[in-house]
Protein backbone atom coordinates (compact mmCIF):
# COMPACT_ATOMS: atom_id res chain seq x y z
CA UNK A 1 0.00 0.00 0.00
CA UNK A 2 1.00 3.57 -0.24
CA UNK A 3 2.72 4.93 2.45
CA UNK A 4 0.81 6.80 5.01
CA UNK A 5 2.61 9.63 7.09
CA UNK A 6 1.41 9.19 10.38
CA UNK A 7 1.28 12.83 11.39
CA UNK A 8 -1.95 12.98 9.17
CA UNK A 9 -3.62 9.90 10.59
CA UNK A 10 -3.32 12.09 14.16
CA UNK A 11 -4.36 15.01 12.55
CA UNK A 12 -7.98 13.15 11.39
CA UNK A 13 -8.45 11.43 14.75
CA UNK A 14 -11.13 12.57 16.67
CA UNK A 15 -10.02 10.78 19.79
CA UNK A 16 -6.88 8.11 20.75
CA UNK A 17 -9.02 5.89 20.61
CA UNK A 18 -10.04 6.48 17.12
CA UNK A 19 -7.10 6.58 16.01
CA UNK A 20 -6.27 3.34 17.77
CA UNK A 21 -9.14 2.08 15.24
CA UNK A 22 -7.85 3.45 12.55
CA UNK A 23 -4.42 1.88 13.23
CA UNK A 24 -6.09 -1.68 13.76
CA UNK A 25 -7.93 -1.13 10.36
CA UNK A 26 -3.94 -0.85 8.33
CA UNK A 27 -2.91 -3.39 10.68
CA UNK A 28 -5.70 -6.08 9.58
CA UNK A 29 -5.50 -5.42 5.87
CA UNK A 30 -1.63 -6.36 6.28
CA UNK A 31 -2.57 -8.71 8.64
CA UNK A 32 -0.06 -11.98 7.43
CA UNK A 33 2.30 -10.16 6.92
CA UNK A 34 2.63 -8.12 10.16
CA UNK A 35 2.53 -11.69 12.18
CA UNK A 36 5.52 -12.70 9.85
CA UNK A 37 7.54 -8.97 10.45
CA UNK A 38 6.84 -9.66 14.32
CA UNK A 39 9.04 -12.70 13.87
CA UNK A 40 11.91 -11.32 12.42
CA UNK A 41 15.00 -9.67 14.75
CA UNK A 42 14.91 -6.16 13.01
CA UNK A 43 11.50 -5.55 12.90
CA UNK A 44 10.67 -7.16 16.33
CA UNK A 45 13.65 -4.80 17.68
CA UNK A 46 12.04 -1.60 16.03
CA UNK A 47 8.80 -2.55 17.04
CA UNK A 48 9.34 -3.26 20.47
CA UNK A 49 10.87 0.54 20.84
CA UNK A 50 7.76 2.35 19.08
CA UNK A 51 5.67 -0.04 21.61
CA UNK A 52 7.57 0.73 24.40
CA UNK A 53 7.97 4.68 23.71
CA UNK A 54 4.34 5.26 23.30
CA UNK A 55 3.55 2.66 26.02
CA UNK A 56 4.90 5.09 28.36
CA UNK A 57 2.63 8.09 27.59
CA UNK A 58 -0.85 8.53 29.08
CA UNK A 59 -4.08 8.65 27.23
CA UNK A 60 -4.48 12.47 28.48
CA UNK A 61 -0.69 12.61 26.51
CA UNK A 62 -2.48 11.57 23.44
CA UNK A 63 -5.07 14.03 23.47
CA UNK A 64 -3.14 16.56 24.07
CA UNK A 65 -1.44 14.85 20.91
CA UNK A 66 -4.11 14.97 17.98
CA UNK A 67 -4.26 18.52 18.88
CA UNK A 68 -0.82 19.23 18.36
CA UNK A 69 0.50 16.54 16.05
CA UNK A 70 4.11 18.18 15.06
CA UNK A 71 4.83 17.29 19.16
CA UNK A 72 4.77 13.62 17.84
CA UNK A 73 8.77 13.18 17.91
CA UNK A 74 9.08 14.73 21.62
CA UNK A 75 6.36 12.52 22.91
CA UNK A 76 8.12 9.37 21.63
CA UNK A 77 11.50 10.54 22.67
CA UNK A 78 15.06 10.28 20.26
CA UNK A 79 14.67 6.50 20.39
CA UNK A 80 10.92 5.84 19.78
CA UNK A 81 11.03 8.64 16.88
CA UNK A 82 14.04 7.46 15.45
CA UNK A 83 12.44 3.54 15.41
CA UNK A 84 9.58 4.68 14.17
CA UNK A 85 10.99 6.07 10.78
CA UNK A 86 12.97 3.30 10.48
CA UNK A 87 9.55 1.03 10.78
CA UNK A 88 8.01 3.30 8.11
CA UNK A 89 10.14 1.56 5.62
CA UNK A 90 7.63 -1.88 6.09
CA UNK A 91 4.94 -0.10 6.47
CA UNK A 92 2.25 -1.07 8.86
CA UNK A 93 4.95 -2.06 10.91
CA UNK A 94 5.12 1.21 12.18
CA UNK A 95 1.53 1.42 13.37
CA UNK A 96 1.64 -1.87 14.39
CA UNK A 97 4.11 -0.76 17.00
CA UNK A 98 1.75 2.47 17.92
CA UNK A 99 -1.32 0.52 18.24
CA UNK A 100 0.53 -2.15 20.75
CA UNK A 101 1.98 0.58 22.52
CA UNK A 102 -1.14 2.39 22.84
CA UNK A 103 -2.86 -1.03 24.40
CA UNK A 104 0.08 -0.68 27.23
CA UNK A 105 -0.81 2.03 29.27
CA UNK A 106 -3.37 4.48 27.25
CA UNK A 107 -6.12 2.35 26.20
CA UNK A 108 -6.48 0.49 29.40
CA UNK A 109 -6.61 4.06 31.43
CA UNK A 110 -9.83 5.17 28.69
CA UNK A 111 -11.53 1.49 29.45
CA UNK A 112 -10.93 1.37 33.08
CA UNK A 113 -12.46 5.10 33.28
CA UNK A 114 -14.99 5.10 30.31
CA UNK A 115 -18.88 6.12 31.52
CA UNK A 116 -20.73 6.00 28.45
CA UNK A 117 -21.07 4.54 25.12
CA UNK A 118 -18.38 3.25 22.32
CA UNK A 119 -19.62 2.16 19.00
CA UNK A 120 -17.60 -0.58 18.01
CA UNK A 121 -15.67 -0.56 14.22
CA UNK A 122 -13.80 -2.33 12.13
CA UNK A 123 -10.00 -2.60 13.86
CA UNK A 124 -10.63 -1.12 17.31
CA UNK A 125 -8.80 -2.53 19.93
CA UNK A 126 -11.64 -4.33 21.94
CA UNK A 127 -10.48 -5.24 25.91
CA UNK A 128 -11.05 -8.67 27.21
CA UNK A 129 -14.01 -8.92 29.84
CA UNK A 130 -12.49 -10.98 32.68
CA UNK A 131 -13.30 -12.68 36.14
CA UNK A 132 -11.06 -14.42 38.56
CA UNK A 133 -12.72 -17.60 37.53
CA UNK A 134 -10.28 -20.44 38.63
CA UNK A 135 -10.77 -18.88 42.46
CA UNK A 136 -14.63 -21.29 42.28
CA UNK A 137 -14.51 -23.06 39.17
CA UNK A 138 -12.48 -25.81 38.30
CA UNK A 139 -11.92 -27.77 34.82
CA UNK A 140 -12.76 -24.40 32.94
CA UNK A 141 -12.51 -23.24 30.00
CA UNK A 142 -9.36 -21.54 28.00
CA UNK A 143 -9.27 -17.61 28.94
CA UNK A 144 -9.62 -15.30 26.30
CA UNK A 145 -5.96 -13.87 26.49
CA UNK A 146 -4.52 -17.78 25.99
CA UNK A 147 -6.80 -17.90 22.91
CA UNK A 148 -5.13 -14.86 21.67
CA UNK A 149 -1.88 -16.00 21.57
CA UNK A 150 -0.31 -14.90 18.57
CA UNK A 151 -2.64 -12.05 17.44
CA UNK A 152 -0.68 -8.95 16.62
CA UNK A 153 -1.64 -7.75 19.75
CA UNK A 154 -0.61 -10.77 21.96
CA UNK A 155 0.27 -10.91 25.19
CA UNK A 156 -2.12 -7.73 25.64
CA UNK A 157 -5.59 -8.33 27.22
CA UNK A 158 -7.12 -6.91 23.29
CA UNK A 159 -8.69 -8.30 20.18
CA UNK A 160 -9.53 -6.43 17.05
CA UNK A 161 -12.85 -6.02 16.23
CA UNK A 162 -13.58 -7.52 12.81
CA UNK A 163 -16.85 -6.17 12.52
CA UNK A 164 -17.62 -2.73 10.65
CA UNK A 165 -20.68 -0.42 12.46
CA UNK A 166 -22.42 0.11 9.11
CA UNK A 167 -23.32 -3.56 9.38
CA UNK A 168 -26.79 -4.65 9.11
CA UNK A 169 -26.40 -4.83 12.95
CA UNK A 170 -24.12 -2.65 15.11
CA UNK A 171 -22.39 -3.38 18.30
CA UNK A 172 -22.56 -0.62 21.30
CA UNK A 173 -20.50 -0.90 24.65
CA UNK A 174 -22.30 1.13 27.39
CA UNK A 175 -20.22 1.78 30.40
CA UNK A 176 -22.79 4.02 32.47
CA UNK A 177 -24.03 1.52 34.79
CA UNK A 178 -20.41 -0.15 35.15
CA UNK A 179 -19.83 -0.24 38.43
CA UNK A 180 -23.36 -1.50 39.44
CA UNK A 181 -22.86 -4.37 36.43
CA UNK A 182 -20.07 -5.84 37.79
CA UNK A 183 -21.14 -5.69 41.12
CA UNK A 184 -24.06 -7.57 40.28
CA UNK A 185 -22.76 -10.35 38.25
CA UNK A 186 -19.37 -11.30 40.21
CA UNK A 187 -18.28 -11.60 43.73
CA UNK A 188 -15.30 -13.06 45.07
CA UNK A 189 -17.11 -14.79 47.52
CA UNK A 190 -20.20 -16.30 45.34
CA UNK A 191 -19.20 -15.93 42.37
CA UNK A 192 -21.34 -15.74 39.19
CA UNK A 193 -25.05 -14.34 39.31
CA UNK A 194 -28.02 -16.51 40.08
CA UNK A 195 -30.48 -16.32 37.07
CA UNK A 196 -34.09 -17.43 36.81
CA UNK A 197 -35.77 -18.71 33.62
CA UNK A 198 -39.21 -17.78 33.65
CA UNK A 199 -42.11 -19.69 32.17
CA UNK A 200 -45.75 -17.95 32.11
CA UNK A 201 -48.75 -20.79 31.99
CA UNK A 202 -50.78 -20.05 28.69
CA UNK A 203 -47.55 -19.11 27.01
CA UNK A 204 -47.94 -21.13 24.03
CA UNK A 205 -51.06 -19.01 23.30
CA UNK A 206 -51.33 -15.40 21.16
CA UNK A 207 -53.39 -13.84 19.06
CA UNK A 208 -51.95 -11.22 16.30
CA UNK A 209 -52.93 -8.83 13.95
CA UNK A 210 -54.88 -9.60 10.44
CA UNK A 211 -51.66 -11.64 7.50
CA UNK A 212 -50.68 -9.05 5.24
CA UNK A 213 -49.47 -10.94 2.17
CA UNK A 214 -47.93 -13.98 4.19
CA UNK A 215 -46.46 -11.75 7.05
CA UNK A 216 -46.82 -11.74 10.85
CA UNK A 217 -47.23 -8.61 12.72
CA UNK A 218 -48.94 -7.51 15.94
CA UNK A 219 -48.43 -10.79 17.87
CA UNK A 220 -48.92 -10.80 21.90
CA UNK A 221 -49.87 -13.26 24.68
CA UNK A 222 -53.90 -14.25 24.51
CA UNK A 223 -54.54 -14.39 28.29
CA UNK A 224 -52.08 -11.76 29.55
CA UNK A 225 -51.81 -11.59 33.52
CA UNK A 226 -49.82 -9.26 35.01
CA UNK A 227 -49.71 -10.55 38.39
CA UNK A 228 -49.25 -14.16 37.79
CA UNK A 229 -45.71 -12.70 35.85
CA UNK A 230 -45.00 -10.22 38.95
CA UNK A 231 -45.14 -12.99 41.34
CA UNK A 232 -43.32 -15.42 39.81
CA UNK A 233 -40.70 -12.52 39.30
CA UNK A 234 -40.88 -11.71 42.99
CA UNK A 235 -40.84 -15.68 43.58
CA UNK A 236 -37.11 -15.15 41.74
CA UNK A 237 -35.93 -12.54 43.91
CA UNK A 238 -36.77 -14.49 46.79
CA UNK A 239 -34.79 -17.64 45.02
CA UNK A 240 -31.67 -15.74 45.28
CA UNK A 241 -31.85 -14.68 41.69
CA UNK A 242 -30.01 -11.75 40.44
CA UNK A 243 -31.86 -11.79 36.62
CA UNK A 244 -34.67 -12.97 35.66
CA UNK A 245 -35.26 -13.47 31.85
CA UNK A 246 -39.22 -13.54 30.17
CA UNK A 247 -39.23 -15.59 26.90
CA UNK A 248 -40.12 -13.54 23.51
CA UNK A 249 -43.40 -12.10 22.41
CA UNK A 250 -44.81 -12.68 26.38
CA UNK A 251 -45.55 -9.03 27.00
CA UNK A 252 -48.74 -7.00 25.10
CA UNK A 253 -45.96 -3.90 24.75
CA UNK A 254 -42.08 -4.19 25.43
CA UNK A 255 -42.79 -1.76 28.19
CA UNK A 256 -45.46 -3.07 30.27
CA UNK A 257 -44.13 -4.37 33.48
CA UNK A 258 -41.92 -0.96 33.41
CA UNK A 259 -44.09 0.86 35.87
CA UNK A 260 -44.36 -1.96 38.48
CA UNK A 261 -40.49 -2.59 38.26
CA UNK A 262 -39.70 1.49 38.89
CA UNK A 263 -42.15 1.75 41.55
CA UNK A 264 -41.06 -1.56 43.30
CA UNK A 265 -37.78 -2.88 42.50
CA UNK A 266 -36.82 -4.34 45.60
CA UNK A 267 -39.40 -6.80 45.26
CA UNK A 268 -37.59 -8.15 42.16
CA UNK A 269 -33.72 -9.25 40.54
CA UNK A 270 -31.73 -6.25 40.08
CA UNK A 271 -31.74 -7.78 36.23
CA UNK A 272 -34.65 -8.22 34.38
CA UNK A 273 -34.91 -9.16 30.61
CA UNK A 274 -38.53 -8.44 30.03
CA UNK A 275 -39.68 -10.66 27.49
CA UNK A 276 -40.22 -8.85 24.54
CA UNK A 277 -43.07 -7.58 22.37
CA UNK A 278 -44.06 -6.50 18.87
CA UNK A 279 -45.10 -2.35 18.98
CA UNK A 280 -44.79 0.60 16.24
CA UNK A 281 -42.77 3.36 17.97
CA UNK A 282 -44.13 6.75 17.58
CA UNK A 283 -42.86 9.48 15.93
CA UNK A 284 -40.42 7.83 13.63
CA UNK A 285 -40.27 10.21 10.13
CA UNK A 286 -38.44 7.97 8.36
CA UNK A 287 -41.23 6.18 7.92
CA UNK A 288 -42.98 3.14 10.14
CA UNK A 289 -41.04 1.18 12.25
CA UNK A 290 -41.99 -2.45 13.28
CA UNK A 291 -40.35 -4.04 16.06
CA UNK A 292 -40.02 -7.07 18.30
CA UNK A 293 -38.01 -5.19 20.61
CA UNK A 294 -36.86 -6.36 24.52
CA UNK A 295 -36.10 -4.17 27.00
CA UNK A 296 -33.85 -4.33 29.90
CA UNK A 297 -34.04 -3.46 33.49
CA UNK A 298 -31.74 -2.73 35.85
CA UNK A 299 -32.83 -1.55 39.38
CA UNK A 300 -35.97 -0.53 38.03
CA UNK A 301 -35.06 1.24 35.38
CA UNK A 302 -35.28 0.31 31.47
CA UNK A 303 -31.24 0.46 30.46
CA UNK A 304 -31.41 -1.30 27.44
CA UNK A 305 -33.08 -2.02 24.53
CA UNK A 306 -32.67 -5.37 22.17
CA UNK A 307 -34.63 -5.29 18.42
CA UNK A 308 -34.63 -8.26 16.84
CA UNK A 309 -32.74 -8.63 13.44
CA UNK A 310 -34.23 -11.99 11.66
CA UNK A 311 -37.48 -12.29 10.30
CA UNK A 312 -38.79 -15.51 11.86
CA UNK A 313 -40.27 -17.61 9.34
CA UNK A 314 -43.29 -20.47 11.37
CA UNK A 315 -46.28 -22.26 11.20
CA UNK A 316 -47.14 -22.24 14.68
CA UNK A 317 -49.31 -19.20 14.84
CA UNK A 318 -50.79 -19.26 12.12
CA UNK A 319 -53.10 -21.86 9.34
CA UNK A 320 -50.06 -21.04 6.91
CA UNK A 321 -46.40 -20.71 7.28
CA UNK A 322 -45.65 -16.50 7.32
CA UNK A 323 -42.82 -14.82 7.60
CA UNK A 324 -42.75 -12.01 10.66
CA UNK A 325 -43.21 -8.61 9.62
CA UNK A 326 -41.01 -6.51 11.10
CA UNK A 327 -38.83 -4.00 9.51
CA UNK A 328 -34.91 -4.30 8.48
CA UNK A 329 -33.81 -0.78 9.89
CA UNK A 330 -30.12 -0.99 11.61
CA UNK A 331 -30.00 -2.53 14.63
CA UNK A 332 -28.05 -2.15 17.73
CA UNK A 333 -27.01 -4.70 20.02
CA UNK A 334 -26.32 -2.74 23.40
CA UNK A 335 -23.89 -4.49 25.30
CA UNK A 336 -24.26 -2.97 29.04
CA UNK A 337 -20.47 -3.00 30.27
CA UNK A 338 -18.37 -3.27 33.20
CA UNK A 339 -14.51 -4.16 34.07
CA UNK A 340 -15.77 -8.05 34.50
CA UNK A 341 -19.01 -8.64 32.94
CA UNK A 342 -20.26 -7.52 29.47
CA UNK A 343 -24.48 -8.60 29.35
CA UNK A 344 -26.10 -8.66 26.28
CA UNK A 345 -29.63 -9.21 25.17
CA UNK A 346 -30.19 -11.19 21.66
CA UNK A 347 -33.82 -12.22 20.72
CA UNK A 348 -34.70 -15.64 19.75
CA UNK A 349 -33.54 -16.58 15.88
CA UNK A 350 -30.78 -13.87 16.20
CA UNK A 351 -28.64 -15.73 17.62
CA UNK A 352 -28.59 -18.33 15.10
CA UNK A 353 -27.82 -15.94 12.19
CA UNK A 354 -24.02 -16.83 11.52
CA UNK A 355 -22.83 -12.56 12.31
CA UNK A 356 -24.91 -12.01 15.24
CA UNK A 357 -22.98 -14.84 17.03
CA UNK A 358 -19.45 -13.71 16.02
CA UNK A 359 -20.63 -9.94 16.54
CA UNK A 360 -21.30 -10.96 20.42
CA UNK A 361 -17.92 -13.10 20.70
CA UNK A 362 -15.82 -9.75 19.03
CA UNK A 363 -17.19 -7.58 21.50
CA UNK A 364 -16.40 -9.87 24.60
CA UNK A 365 -19.97 -10.93 25.60
CA UNK A 366 -19.68 -12.80 29.14
CA UNK A 367 -23.15 -12.80 29.81
CA UNK A 368 -25.96 -13.86 27.21
CA UNK A 369 -29.52 -13.60 28.15
CA UNK A 370 -32.26 -14.58 25.41
CA UNK A 371 -35.94 -14.41 25.15
CA UNK A 372 -37.34 -17.67 22.53
CA UNK A 373 -40.30 -18.41 21.34
CA UNK A 374 -39.30 -21.48 19.84
CA UNK A 375 -40.83 -25.02 19.02
CA UNK A 376 -37.64 -26.75 18.81
CA UNK A 377 -33.74 -26.77 20.12
CA UNK A 378 -32.28 -26.46 16.41
CA UNK A 379 -28.95 -24.68 16.46
CA UNK A 380 -29.03 -23.19 19.29
CA UNK A 381 -26.86 -24.65 21.67
CA UNK A 382 -23.46 -23.68 18.96
CA UNK A 383 -23.54 -20.09 19.68
CA UNK A 384 -24.53 -20.35 23.92
CA UNK A 385 -21.45 -22.83 23.72
CA UNK A 386 -19.51 -19.83 22.01
CA UNK A 387 -19.97 -17.78 24.70
CA UNK A 388 -18.85 -20.50 27.53
CA UNK A 389 -15.99 -21.52 25.38
CA UNK A 390 -14.54 -18.80 24.09
CA UNK A 391 -15.69 -15.78 26.39
CA UNK A 392 -15.85 -17.78 29.46
CA UNK A 393 -19.27 -16.53 29.65
CA UNK A 394 -22.63 -17.58 30.67
CA UNK A 395 -25.41 -17.91 28.59
CA UNK A 396 -29.63 -18.38 29.61
CA UNK A 397 -32.57 -18.92 26.58
CA UNK A 398 -35.99 -18.58 28.42
CA UNK A 399 -37.96 -20.56 25.67
CA UNK A 400 -42.23 -19.93 25.32
CA UNK A 401 -44.09 -22.52 27.09
CA UNK A 402 -45.79 -24.11 24.19
CA UNK A 403 -46.91 -27.13 26.29
CA UNK A 404 -47.31 -27.66 29.77
CA UNK A 405 -45.18 -31.03 29.88
CA UNK A 406 -41.95 -28.09 28.78
CA UNK A 407 -41.43 -29.80 25.73
CA UNK A 408 -39.70 -29.00 23.74
CA UNK A 409 -38.02 -27.27 26.02
CA UNK A 410 -38.27 -24.33 28.38
CA UNK A 411 -34.52 -23.16 28.90
CA UNK A 412 -31.44 -23.71 27.28
CA UNK A 413 -28.18 -22.67 29.10
CA UNK A 414 -24.57 -23.24 29.21
CA UNK A 415 -21.17 -22.45 31.72
CA UNK A 416 -17.57 -22.02 30.96
CA UNK A 417 -17.41 -25.42 31.78
CA UNK A 418 -14.29 -27.28 29.92
CA UNK A 419 -16.41 -31.16 29.57
CA UNK A 420 -19.14 -30.62 26.84
CA UNK A 421 -21.55 -32.57 29.25
CA UNK A 422 -21.14 -30.11 31.73
CA UNK A 423 -21.29 -26.95 29.72
CA UNK A 424 -24.57 -26.90 28.35
CA UNK A 425 -28.05 -28.28 28.79
CA UNK A 426 -31.50 -28.15 27.60
CA UNK A 427 -34.28 -29.04 30.09
CA UNK A 428 -36.54 -29.86 30.65
CA UNK A 429 -34.77 -33.26 28.97
CA UNK A 430 -38.06 -34.71 28.92
CA UNK A 431 -41.79 -34.35 29.56
CA UNK A 432 -42.90 -33.10 32.78
CA UNK A 433 -46.28 -34.31 34.13
CA UNK A 434 -47.15 -29.74 34.18
CA UNK A 435 -43.74 -28.47 34.63
CA UNK A 436 -43.19 -25.71 36.69
CA UNK A 437 -42.85 -22.30 36.21
CA UNK A 438 -39.65 -21.38 37.26
CA UNK A 439 -36.01 -22.21 36.38
CA UNK A 440 -32.97 -21.75 38.98
CA UNK A 441 -29.66 -21.43 37.35
CA UNK A 442 -26.68 -21.44 39.15
CA UNK A 443 -23.00 -21.11 36.72
CA UNK A 444 -21.03 -21.85 39.74
CA UNK A 445 -22.08 -25.69 39.45
CA UNK A 446 -21.51 -27.80 36.48
CA UNK A 447 -25.10 -28.62 34.18
CA UNK A 448 -27.33 -29.89 34.50
CA UNK A 449 -26.67 -29.94 38.69
CA UNK A 450 -26.26 -26.25 38.78
CA UNK A 451 -29.76 -26.24 37.60
CA UNK A 452 -33.41 -26.32 39.53
CA UNK A 453 -37.04 -26.02 38.86
CA UNK A 454 -39.29 -24.49 41.66
Known amino acids: MALIDLASLLAEAESPLALAQRLGELCLSQEAELRQMRLETYSASALGRIETAVGATSYAEWERLLEE ?38 LPEFFKTVRGQVLLDFGMPVPFATRPLPALLSGITTEQVKLNNMSLLDPYPYSLFRHSANESVRVCLDFSHRDRIDDLTWSPDTGLPIIA ?9 FVHEP ?27 AEGAVIAVLPELSLPTPGELGEELTNNPDRYPPIVVAGSAHWRPAGKAAGEIRANESRTYLDG ?3 AVARKHHLYKTDKLANEEV ?4 TQEQKTLTVLSGQLTRIATVICADLLETSIPELLVGAGVNLLLVPAMSSK ?19 AIANTRFDES ?49
Open 211 to 237: LRSGRLFGVRPKHWDPAAVTDLLALAK
Open 69 to 106: PERLGEVLGEGGAAALRLARNRQPLDFLGVLRGLCRRP
Open 301 to 303: RAV
Open 406 to 454: GMPFLCLLSAPFEKPAEQSAALPEDALDGAPNLGIFNPNLPLPIGFSWI
Open 323 to 326: LEDI
Open 377 to 395: IGSFNAPICQIAGICQGVA
Open 197 to 205: TVHPNGGGQ
